[in-house]
């Protein structure tokens, strides 16, 4: 094998690493999009949701709850945050 070879190789095999990361990073937002909306649904009508991956944290202002999570991923960090209304719970039998 040649240098040149070996070179242009090395760098599909960077190229390849970089997009690989690249798609697992999108898939790490995706996962905190979905966690901080499912976070927001379950702490608007009382109860809790804790993500596969990552962490929420949830905060409410009466009105409104808002969840904030995040994912890690292989570029950072990956963050959303879902805001969604607070509804009345009413027990059964009341």
Do not use: H, K, N
Not at 34 to 55: H, M, N, V
Not at 70 to 80: E, R
């Amino acid at each position: 094998m040649s240098i040149e070879a070996a070179l242009a190789l090395s760098s599909l095999v960077i190229v390849a690493a970089a997009f690989i990361a690249g798609l697992v990073t999108v898939g790490a937002q995706v996962a905190a999009v979905d966690a901080a909306a499912a976070a927001a649904r379950a702490a608007a009508i009382g109860t809790t949701y804790q993500p596969p991956r990552g962490s929420v944290e949830v905060s409410s202002d009466g009105a409104l709850v808002t969840a904030r999570a995040t994912v890690p991923g292989p570029l950072g960090t990956m963050s959303a945050e879902a805001i969604v209304p607070a509804e009345l719970v009413v027990e059964a039998g009341s």
